[in-house]
């Protein structure tokens, strides 16, 4: 899982719930809060930072249907949050999320197509809309009366601390809110319509003052009696799923007109936490309930598979105090099932009969709301931020013993990218996903480290693009501004996971010659690859995805003159690169053989041609390349050459947007005809003083081998 973060909070925080002192020295405090946690040495005339802490405490998460899609989610004590999933920026920080409507204890709805308009509750009722064109909030409340210190005998309806929201899924435009009845509006909550009675116990002796005997608690959060959760049924509109706070639960099939009681019989008084409607079945409906207020911890989930008529206990496996907060369907398999609780996250892969810890590296924290999209899964905390598992495809494709078998899974379809990489640690940034195809393997449980294991990821017509292996360099050759050491294949016994980048092989390099830029292959067009796992004897296929990014207007002629040119680019440079290592070897050979005869009589005009070959070699070579340069900083003295112009020409060209610029094919040209002309040169001095000199050596009848005199020893 990668971690996914805003920063939370600002110096010395309120809402303060722990604190420490330091016994050996009082002016040592620290304080726990609804920020984080800050520290104080001068007794509190300053204390430390809460911004270099990913501590965001989130309630409830949603997602949208953009691409990067963005999460939407209040945070405890600040507020609410859309953040994007993934940044272009190498780590997704403080540019990439924005504050929207409602406040801590969040539900937000919008159209997940268009969410140009934001939807968000909070506290005591209120309820507002963003518009994200103008930043305008404004209240759409249901009944707006001041709630703040009235107790709730005295309001016209009770609303709960996390005020329910939602929208309907066939047509996001009609928004449904809860509080002691439900809510339905048509108009953006310009009206709202009372669509039910009191879906609640109503114990009206429990409406008066919350906070007795100490003080009235005022600000919402004991306000009891009220709808706790709202679930529109995917499958059928007008069908909704009601929870509330008390432990009821009630179905109506026809948006309100007549409603049945399907509560669990043995749930008792609880907290109806979170509903999920399966996506795969109208019938079937799942419940997190809580009843923790009670100080009973036991994890209470339920299935109903015949729409509330009968209730089953899915519970086992789940910690004894772990009590349940979400429960979510996974969108391909039905009978797999996350759960978030209050001490991590759990996994069924057989419908909820049993429960396996899910934690994996994700810190155990509670799960206060779990989404699934785009085949991820979202996790929001309480005091750790967000969380991803990006691809679920191992889980989906995984059932059953996988014993000694090669498994290759197939990966969910995968968009070209454009993501820089992190500048450097921030402790407070999220961690963007791997670029390109992420996708999973398992090797043989007999695996050793003396096996290897061959990946080649193949084009539609059989061409290898790419290929990785699992043997480990001990030293890999590298030097400044040289190729990247080659990225080994994870091989472990078991799981592994591994992205491609969707680049080409990369082009060689020259001994320790620095280039401009970088020497990776271009980017691959969006279409279908074969990826072929060699290992254990054992061959694994799968196909892999590429689409293009949905933002970028484009033709499919586009990508293909963009790839023909990165193509060209390559393949000239390729060339250019390997033809100067030729031609290195055969200046080192004409050294090699002028260090041997250079003493011996009569030698002295071939060694002069030797010389002057070299001499042209070098005077040709660096047309091509620039040798001068060994850091970033020379090339402000030392001219780039051809291969850093064709490198410069690829970063032109290798962007999310395909569509080639004049200038640029103008420019392909000209350095292609360079090239040319080099080659053409390099042949002249092959044909002339090479093929001299080699008539020259033979001429002089030399030995192969030349014992050196014993003075040269």
Known sequence: MRRHDTAHGVLAHTDQHDMWINPNDPRNIALANDGGACV????????????????????????????????????????????????????????????????????????????DVVFGTTIQGMIDKHILATDERKSVMVHPQLNLGTLPKDQKYRFNWNGPLTMQVQDPSIL????????????????????????????????????TPYTNEAAGGEVYNTISYIAASPHAAGTIWVGSDDGLVHLTQDEGKTWKNVTPPDIGESLINAIEVSPHDPATAFLAVTRYKFDDLRPMA??????????????????????????RQDPVD???????????????????????????????????????????????????????????????????NVGNELKLYTPKPSVKFDAATAAGPNPTAGTNPQPGVIF????????????????????????????????????????????EPAKPLPAKPGLNRFHWDLRTEPVAGINNVFMFGSHNGPRITPGTYTLKLNAADQTAECTATVTADPRVEAEAEDYRLQAEMLGKIRATLADIHTTVNQYRQVKSQVSARLAAIRKMAGTEKLVQQGQAINQQLN?????????????FQDVINFPNRLNAQLVF????????????????????????????TQKSALQAIVGGPIAQFNQAYRAQDLPALIIPDSNDQ
Not at 93 to 114: I, K, M, N, V, Y
Not at 304 to 326: C, K, L, M, P, Y
Not at 451 to 477: C, H, M, W, Y
């Open 619 to 631: 005077a040709w070579e660096q047309q091509l390349i620039q040798p001068s340069q060994k850091t």
């Open 334 to 400: 039905p009978q797999i099932l996350y759960v978030g609780t209050e001490g991590g996250l759990y996994l069924s892969t057989n419908g909820g009969k049993r429960w396996n810890r899910f934690q994996l590296n994700l810190p155990i924290t509670p799960i206060t709301d779990l989404a699934l999209h785009d085949n991820d899964l979202i996790v929001a905390t309480s005091g750790r931020s967000f969380w991803i598992l990006d691809d679920l495809a191992a889980i989906q494709q995984s059932q059953g």
């Open 40 to 115: 104080t040495f001068n007794g509190g005339k300053s204390w430390s930072t809460q911004n270099n802490q990913p501590t965001a405490q989130f309630y409830r998460v949603i997602t949208d249907n953009q691409f990067p899609y963005r999460l939407y989610a209040g945070q405890q004590d600040n507020s609410t949050v859309s953040i994007a999933s993934r940044s272009a920026h190498g780590t997704i920080g403080q540019r990439d999320w924005f504050p929207t409507a409602g406040g801590e204890s969040a539900f937000l709805a919008f159209d997940p197509d268009q969410p």
């Open 440 to 483: 999973d393997y398992v090797l043989p449980a007999d695996w050793t480290d003396k096996q290897t294991a061959v990946l080649e990821i193949s084009d539609a017509d059989g061409n290898v693009l790419r290929s990785f292996t699992s043997k480990k360099v001990s030293k890999p050759k590298t030097w400044t501004g040289g190729p």
């Open 649 to 676: 020409l690829a970063g032109q060209l290798d962007t999310n947007d395909p569509q080639t610029t004049q200038g640029c094919r103008d420019r392909l040209a000209e350095l292609v005809k360079q090239w040319e």
């Open 302 to 327: 339920y299935v109903t598979r015949d729409n509330g008529q009968h209730w089953t206990a899915i519970n086992d496996g789940i910690d004894s105090e772990h009590f349940v907060r979400a429960i």
């Open 176 to 211: 449904y809110h809860g509080g002691n009845v439900l809510f339905k509006s048509l108009d953006g909550g310009a009206h709202w319509t009372q669509i039910s009675g009191d879906l609640t116990r109503n114990e009206v002796e429990k409406h008066g003052d919350g906070g």
